[in-house]
């Protein structure tokens, strides 16, 4: 089964329209390495140069931000969800 992947409509075009991605991968840079490998220019789009999390991304695994477990070192297990948020700002 491994990992679900939630993508976010701006980087659907990416995926070729799927909302979801079904991986294997023990971490959450596994995961960003496997979706680079099925779907090539993903990664720039989540990571910088240096392979931290841009900083307008947000990735959580079951509901609670990498940024504040493990960061991209965090293990994800068999039947874990990944959800890729891009930051949104603006309004009044």
Do not use: H
């Not at 659907?12 to 991986?23: I, Y």
């Not at 695994?61 to 039947?79: M, S």
């Amino acid at each position: 089964m491994g990992v679900t992947i939630r993508i976010p409509g701006p980087l659907r075009r990416v995926t070729n329209g799927a909302p979801t991605v079904q991986l294997e991968a023990a971490n959450v840079q596994e995961s960003i390495d496997a979706l680079e490998g099925q779907f090539p220019g993903i990664k720039e789009r989540l990571c910088d140069e240096n392979g931290d999390l841009r900083y307008f991304v947000n990735i959580y695994l079951n509901g609670e931000d990498v940024r504040f477990l493990q960061g991209v070192k965090t293990p994800i297990a068999t039947g874990d969800e990944l959800s890729i948020v891009p930051a949104v700002a603006g309004g009044r």
